[in-house]
């Protein structure tokens, strides 16, 4: 990412930061002038419950299936982006006001999680090409490191010099620790 480019992004970050607590504020005078001060408090606290009670149901499933993804000896993709994104949708109900809120529940929400993690999934692969890193060097190697049948079975035999029996591969390297 180019010097110019990084600044854009750490000014949009920056930006957000302070417009969202001020955001907060004004939808949280106008739901209380609305409805009244304590339903709004009411509600604030309903969502914070809820939220909590759905990211621990959420944060569950996802670990009973990221332990069934690394059982079944396959990539976890889907259920590791669905942590990170429970993990953010927590977060953010922890944070007062209903715009935090919105945006906890559509990353916790099972029917809304899918636009979150097309999004998160968006967001790293540009960022990752923005590096230089290609993507389907990297799916293969998962690919290797997942398949039973690449593995090279083999010893460890004290160094003393003696030669390998004849037909043999033999990989010399040393251990570090």
């Known amino acids: 990412m180019s010097a110019p480019r990084r600044k854009w ?8 930061v302070i417009a969202l607590p001020i955001a907060e504020v004004a939808v949280l005078i106008a739901s209380g002038r609305l409805i009244g001060a304590w ?32 059982a079944e000896n396959r990539m976890p993709t889907g259920e590791l982006a669905d942590a ?30 899918p636009l979150g993690r097309w999004l998160l999934t968006w967001l790293v692969t540009r960022a990752a090409t923005n590096r230089g890193i290609n993507l389907d060097t990297l799916r293969n190697q998962a690919t290797i490191m997942t398949d039973p049948s690449s593995v090279i079975h083999g010893e460890t035999v004290p160094d003393e010099r003696q030669e390998p029996p004849q037909g043999d591969i033999v990989i010399q390297g040393e251990i570090e620790d």
Request: glycine letters at 12%.
């Open 9 to 16: 992004v750490v000014w949009l970050v920056v930006g957000l």
């Open 39 to 70: 339903p709004t408090v009411g509600l604030m606290l309903f969502t914070s419950l809820l939220g909590a009670w759905l990211a621990q149901r959420e944060g569950r499933r996802t670990w009973t299936a990221l332990r069934q993804a690394f």
């Open 84 to 113: 990170v994104l429970i993990m953010i949708g927590g977060l953010f109900l922890m944070l007062p006001g209903f715009i935090s809120d919105v945006i906890g529940l559509i990353c916790l929400l099972p029917f809304t999680r």
